[in-house]
């Protein structure tokens, strides 16, 4: 096992440092909490009730909270649309706005074991769709649905759907982007020592419709959140900054606190709990980027 971070990243780190140090605005900055990999059933809610709780009791409330996907455990022997339901009586108690990424444990149950509807789900999670966007504080948020499987000729007319989708909701805005999606997209084996070691190779191929769609519109894309690996890491890559969300069932509930300036493109992502060490095989949320991001908003905020 090798503990070096990936060139990409190093080099991103060195550009930042490099940077001079701005003043920053408060209104431009905008902050949301990502809560990723919850992996929650009845019964077994994991981390989300003190999630919640350490949420709502953060010194700067987020502007929104998203849950990344894979919220639910979604074994072919629970009864998952109570699962579902549970969670969202859960994170119902969030003082701040909450939205749903849908991941590949909400989608099997579906699809594969057809043990709910997509109906039942949406309307479970008070959601009118799969993929979906909405604007806040100045951006533009695009939510996807990334399950792999959408590639394969079964879904080929629902990844058609949101295709056309995605193209036409980024031609009608000229905000500053942030994207959300469960899979890990932008990354490949490479990027994660620990994934080179465990032969993890299951990715969405290179110069997929997603990457290429992020690539296209890199002036606008100011971030790239994703799960599903349950590592935190990330890269900049063809002017776009790519995100891994570490899992929160893991490591005391972990989730993080994302702070994105709109006008510089400057990001800090916040580890909660703040833990400065990197763990083997890179499961510990991190902390990185621009802290200042932070300070502006509540100066002496430890």
Not at 21 to 41: C, K, L, M, S
Not at 122 to 132: C, P
Not at 181 to 190: E, K, L, R, V
Request: net charge negative; hydrophobic share 45%; with cysteine.
């Amino acid at each position: 096992m090798t503990g070096r971070w990936p060139r990409s990243v190093v080099l991103a780190v060195m550009i930042m440092a490099a940077l001079p140090a701005a003043a920053q605005n408060p209104d431009d900055i905008i902050n949301f909490v990502a809560i990723g990999d919850p992996h929650t059933y009845t019964g077994n809610l994991v981390n989300l009730p003190q999630v919640v709780e350490r949420i709502n009791a953060l010194a700067i409330q987020p502007d929104f909270v998203i849950s990344m996907g894979d919220n639910i455990a979604g074994h072919e022997d629970h009864d998952v649309l109570a699962d579902a339901r549970a969670y969202h009586e859960q994170v119902s108690r969030l003082t701040a706005p909450h939205y749903y990424v849908i991941g590949n444990h909400e989608c099997i149950p579906i699809e594969v074991y057809g043990l709910m509807t997509w109906e039942q789900l949406l309307g479970a999670w008070e959601m009118d769709s799969r993929w979906y966007s909405f604007d806040c504080k100045g951006f533009h948020v695009v939510v996807l649905d990334g399950w792999i499987a959408l590639g394969s000729e079964a879904f080929a007319e629902v990844f058609a759907a949101e295709q056309q989708w995605l193209l036409s909701d980024l031609a009608a805005t000229d905000l500053p982007t942030i994207v959300f999606i469960h899979q890990a997209i932008g990354f490949q084996q490479p990027d994660c020592p620990d994934w080179i070691t465990t032969d993890n190779r299951k990715f969405w191929p290179p110069g997929n419709f997603f990457e290429q769609t992020i690539m296209a519109h890199a002036d606008r894309v100011v971030g790239v959140f994703s799960g599903h690996k349950h590592k935190s890491l990330w890269k900049s890559w063809g002017g776009v900054v790519f995100h891994q969300i570490g899992a929160s069932f893991m490591h005391d509930g972990q989730f993080a606190q994302v702070f994105i300036d709109r006008t510089t493109r400057r990001f800090f992502v916040l580890g909660h709990p703040e833990r400065a060490e990197r763990d083997a095989a890179w499961e510990i949320q991190q902390t990185y980027g621009d802290r200042s991001l932070m300070e502006a908003l509540r100066p002496g905020v430890p």
